[in-house]
């Protein structure tokens, strides 16, 4: 097996309750596409979470889940303001753009954090045929960035989309570091502060796969099943993807996961802050480091730790930790880091 390294949450193995909760539902048979008590169970655990409007729908990968997310909400004639770091439209390969039929618009920002104001200036042509019309905003909690957004900060993109006719969906790949960092339920940063839809993943917190879509607007429930299958999307058997979720979202596993991988962030942080040689560039607030280093070290650092640059022009590493990464695992990065400095 490789070195850990610091390149993704999702290089990182399996969390061993959810190998357990995969091997226990490995026993006999039961109805398939999701019809089964694992499944209903852990719709269940779901609505303890997000509320008894949460209708739950599981979905293979993030992408499918963002994809199918927005296509609940758009036709297309349509059109989505995202960030212009967001995954949507970075790293899904036009996914979003081939499936929903929809114009991606998108806001600048510094911290991966979409405002208002930045929204506002999509809102133009409203009614006019040439245009498309803008129809859902995308966020995504934490941000690519890795910074976090307040419950305040949500509810007034909600509020704004809500009076201009919009809905708002949350790219939630790492909810549960999100959660970690403010300290809430999850309810209470989406379903009670007016979020729409949300993508919820769990592969980058120690699943081994699956995703869901949590609809927590009723009116978006209307043929999803449909929707989902006809994107081949519909697992027949479901039940190994419903039982991560119902181990995920049990005994706070998933937030205890999220707080360790955070705290490894915060702890590389602070020990890479020591390095006058190297800038961090933004808030730690989940899982991600992101740091300006010295063009020389890099190929030494990258062989002996996986990592990617976010901007390859100035040397801006992002440095992600995961539920598995350990105290000795930061220490050595670092002590390799300044070596690395010191003999340059």
């Given at each position: 097996?490789n070195?850990?390294?610091?390149?993704?949450?999702?290089?990182?193995?399996?969390?061993?309750?959810i190998?357990?909760?995969?091997?226990e539902?490995?026993?006999?048979?039961?109805?398939?596409?999701?019809?089964?008590?694992?499944?209903e169970?852990?719709?269940?655990?779901?609505?303890?979470?997000?509320?008894?409007?949460?209708?739950?729908?599981?979905?293979?990968?993030?992408?499918?889940?963002?994809?199918?997310?927005?296509?609940a909400?758009?036709?297309?004639?349509?059109?989505?303001i995202?960030?212009?770091?967001?995954h949507?439209?970075?790293?899904?390969?036009?996914?979003?753009?081939?499936?929903?039929?929809?114009?991606?618009?998108?806001?600048?920002?510094?911290?991966?954090?979409?405002?208002?104001?930045?929204?506002?200036?999509?809102?133009?042509?409203?009614?006019?045929?040439?245009?498309?019309?803008?129809?859902?905003?995308?966020?995504?909690?934490?941000?690519?960035l890795?910074?976090?957004?307040?419950?305040?900060?949500?509810?007034?993109?909600?509020?704004?989309?809500?009076?201009?006719?919009?809905?708002?969906?949350?790219?939630?790949?790492?909810?549960?570091?999100?959660?970690?960092?403010?300290?809430?339920?999850?309810?209470?940063?989406?379903?009670?502060?007016?979020?729409?839809?949300?993508?919820?993943?769990?592969?980058?917190?120690?699943?081994?796969?699956?995703?869901?879509?949590?609809?927590?607007?009723?009116?978006?429930c209307e043929?999803?099943?449909?929707t989902?299958k006809?994107?081949?999307?519909?697992?027949?058997?479901?039940?190994?993807?419903?039982?991560?979720?119902?181990?995920?979202?049990?005994?706070?596993?998933?937030?205890?996961?999220?707080?360790?991988?955070?705290?490894?962030?915060?702890?590389?942080?602070?020990?890479?802050?020591?390095?006058?040689?190297?800038?961090?560039?933004?808030k730690?607030?989940?899982?991600?480091?992101?740091?300006?280093?010295?063009p020389?070290?890099?190929?030494?650092?990258?062989?002996?730790?996986?990592?990617?640059?976010?901007?390859?022009?100035?040397?801006?590493?992002?440095?992600?930790?995961?539920?598995?990464?350990?105290?000795?695992?930061?220490n050595?990065?670092?002590e390799?880091?300044?070596?690395?400095?010191?003999?340059?």
């Amino acid at each position: 097996m490789n070195k850990k390294g610091f390149a993704s949450d999702n290089n990182s193995g399996i969390h061993p309750d959810i190998l357990k909760a995969i091997y226990e539902t490995n026993n006999g048979h039961t109805i398939a596409y999701g019809d089964d008590d694992f499944t209903e169970k852990s719709k269940q655990k779901f609505k303890e979470h997000f509320g008894n409007n949460a209708e739950v729908f599981f979905v293979f990968n993030g992408t499918a889940a963002n994809v199918l997310s927005l296509k609940a909400a758009t036709q297309p004639h349509n059109a989505i303001i995202c960030s212009e770091l967001a995954h949507i439209n970075v790293d899904e390969c036009g996914a979003p753009e081939r499936f929903t039929g929809c114009k991606l618009l998108t806001c600048t920002t510094t911290n991966g954090k979409i405002t208002v104001a930045e929204i506002a200036k999509h809102l133009h042509g409203i009614g006019f045929q040439h245009h498309a019309q803008p129809k859902i905003i995308s966020i995504s909690q934490p941000a690519e960035l890795g910074t976090v957004y307040s419950p305040a900060e949500i509810k007034t993109i909600a509020q704004f989309a809500h009076a201009n006719n919009l809905l708002l969906h949350v790219d939630g790949a790492r909810l549960a570091n999100a959660a970690a960092s403010l300290g809430l339920p999850f309810k209470k940063f989406t379903a009670d502060v007016g979020v729409d839809v949300l993508s919820f993943g769990g592969t980058k917190n120690g699943m081994m796969y699956g995703e869901a879509v949590v609809l927590l607007n009723p009116e978006l429930c209307e043929n999803f099943m449909y929707t989902r299958k006809q994107a081949m999307q519909l697992a027949s058997k479901m039940r190994f993807i419903s039982a991560q979720f119902i181990a995920y979202l049990s005994n706070n596993q998933c937030i205890e996961t999220a707080t360790h991988s955070n705290k490894m962030a915060k702890l590389l942080e602070s020990k890479i802050k020591e390095i006058p040689q190297i800038k961090i560039t933004q808030k730690v607030e989940s899982n991600a480091v992101f740091a300006l280093i010295p063009p020389e070290i890099y190929d030494d650092l990258q062989k002996e730790y996986f990592f990617y640059l976010w901007d390859e022009k100035n040397y801006e590493a992002r440095w992600m930790c995961s539920f598995d990464t350990t105290e000795d695992d930061i220490n050595k990065f670092v002590e390799l880091i300044k070596k690395l400095i010191r003999r340059s």
